[in-house]
């Protein structure tokens, strides 16, 4: 399994994972628990601060993980914005 800092593309990570895992037939819960041997910087402490039974699927746990990335806007959307 590939180590993820924050760096790069965070759905290709997920899916990397998901293939690994669905691989050695991972169930969801498990799948949570094992993508977390992947992360180091600051994803490793962007996992540690998420609250304690926070994250119910691996959906939720992918949409959690990629969310900051897929929020980005360019500049060009920005100035739209009155």
């Not at 399994?1 to 760096?7: L, Q, S, V």
């Not at 290709?12 to 895992?21: A, G, K, M, R, T």
């Not at 977390?36 to 993980?65: C, H, P, Q, R």
Request: aromatic share 10%; glycine share 6%; net charge negative.
């Amino acid at each position: 399994m590939e180590f993820y800092d924050g760096t790069g593309d965070p759905d290709e990570h997920v899916e990397h994972i998901d293939i690994v895992l669905n691989y050695h037939q991972g169930q969801e819960a498990v799948k949570c628990k094992l993508s977390v041997l992947s992360l180091k910087g600051a994803k490793m402490t962007w996992f540690k601060g998420l609250e304690n039974d926070s994250i119910d699927s691996w959906k939720e746990l992918y949409d959690e993980f990629t969310f900051r990335r897929r929020n980005v806007k360019s500049m060009a959307v920005l100035n739209t914005i009155i």
